[in-house]
């Protein structure tokens, strides 16, 4: 379902209730721009063996490239789990964002388009026009937070610092002087009219007329005089002038409260698509009821006024599973986008993220986690690989036809985040099924963010080469074993050997004896090895619990392929 920026507040009580009732949300995020090194292919001079680089400079090099480039597109599929038929409902979203803020707002953004990103988002059939025409607006923390301090700024400029002309700008000091002059002789009138007194420069009221009225630095002057020395009178700003009146204090508090409502109702409406990552996130909703968004929910003001307030004791606090492919990137932009800067450390930026999201799954990692010849792979192709499963049953929603059989549309981030949350589903139920998932080999060190420090590249860089060889042959010899009831295999690994390189002796006929990999299979072989596993309707029908120990090996590590590290973990899966 595509959803403007003209129907986001209209759709809003139902895109809460989709993330309230999902099992799980997929996302897939468009740029206007990517990292140079991405891009061309280079790596920055800094490298270590073998042409990869640390962790730690990968994610600087993404950083740098997400706070100069925007998010155009973002797709949402939410998957619910009906156990009850035993089948998985999925309701795909498309929304188009605008990078541009409303004209009242006073914070600005910059929008830069790569030219290659933005070519190939267009060979993929992305309407250049339709963030910009269309696109559902949307303000980070950071930025609301900032737009706040301004409006408060604003408003208290009555109790700002007295501003004084120097006592060498005598232009200055003699306007004061006439502005002086005629307050008081206003204020000393002996009749009710006139009810006001114009400020504006001599002569304005007699020809020839001036060309100009008081330049802003002029008023500023009358408006500073009148709150310091006049605190019974009130000054307004107009085309070329200032007006004074005497102060109506009922009349002004319900200005400023008019004021302070227009401007609620403008923020909520800014903050746009970033509710939604809110909702997902479980953070803090309270700003989000229907006399925010004017007069949209005018009509059915009641019930909309319930379902908000039903929808955010279900949302607050609860934050969802969240999916994607190769997410490692799409995270360092969903955090520029709509939480704020980023962190300088990947260390840092791993606490963050496992802060705002406990559960990540990211189905790359999945798909190639001890099966590294599934990393050229891309997300399309390993959609297909699994088209043919059957179980589980996976449905669209019936208010959801966008995305059917015969629509093929790659890198329209809703389309992509339909296939992601179908890998997964897929994928995981095949995995537990084989149980032949195992745990990575750990980390050099017993730290969940671990990164090596510069230096450390070179040795670790042969250990993980190894590993990964070695790992090849011990999904081989696993085959063969048996395994326990539970489904997780207890096969023999790289520990259960005097040394790894014992293994070396078990090659079997699958593995090249110059690479140590599997023989590389045609792309139908490579399908069934991951689809040929045997899935009942009773412990196939349903992905692995999230209490599972399944979780444990696959949950919170994103795969980044091209460094050192291989896998950014992002902390304990919790339970």
Known sequence: MDVSGQDFYRLLP????????????????????I??????????????????????????????AAERYQVLQMGITCV???LDRGVYVVRPYNFNLNPFPDEKMNIQRDVTLQGRAMQFLYRHNFRM????HSGVHYLSRAEESEERQIETQLRSRDEGPKVQPAAGDTVSLEFLRRVRREVIAWKSRTTATPEFLNIAPVGHDQPPY????????????????????????????????VQITARD?????????????????????????????EAMQGGDLSAMNPDSFGQVFASRKGSVTSKF?????????????????????????LHACFFGPLPDKVEDFQRTIHTLFPRIIDTKFLATHNQM?????????????????????????????????????THEAGFDSFMTARLLVRLSVNLEASGEYIEELPSPVDEPFYTPPEGEGDDLMDFNDVSEQLEAIDRTSSKSSSRPSSGITTSRTTFSSATKFDLLGDLSADIDPFTLRPRTPDPEVRRELRTDAKVDNETGRRLPAWESDFWKVYGNKLRVNGTIEGVCHLGLWPK
């Open 80 to 82: 619910g789990e009906n």
């Open 249 to 277: 204090q009922e009349r002004q508090d319900a200005e400023k409260q008019q004021r302070a409502k227009s401007f609620e109702e403008r923020m909520a409406r800014q903050v746009g698509l970033r509710w939604l990552v």
């Open 35 to 64: 990292s140079n090194q991405q891009k061309s292919g280079l790596r920055p001079p800094k490298q270590h063996a073998g042409g990869k680089s640390s962790l730690q400079s990968r994610y600087q090099e993404e950083k740098v």
């Open 14 to 33: 139902s895109l809460l209730e989709a993330i309230a009732d999902a099992h799980f949300v997929a996302i897939d995020l468009e740029f206007s721009g």
């Open 210 to 241: 001036p060309d100009r009225g008081l330049n802003n630095y002029q008023k500023l002057l009358v408006h500073e005089y009148i709150r310091t020395d006049h605190p019974d009178l009130a000054t307004a700003s107009r085309q070329g002038f």
């Open 309 to 333: 307030a039903s929808l955010r004791s279900r949302l607050e606090g609860h934050s969802t599973v969240l999916v994607g492919h190769n997410l490692f990137l799409d995270l360092i932009y």
């Open 129 to 132: 026009e339709g963030p910009f």
């Open 373 to 409: 010849d599934m990393a050229a792979f891309n997300l399309e192709e390993l959609d297909r690989m699994h088209s043919q499963q059957a179980q589980p049953i996976i449905e669209l929603h019936p208010g959801h036809t966008k995305y059917t059989a015969a629509f093929d549309s």
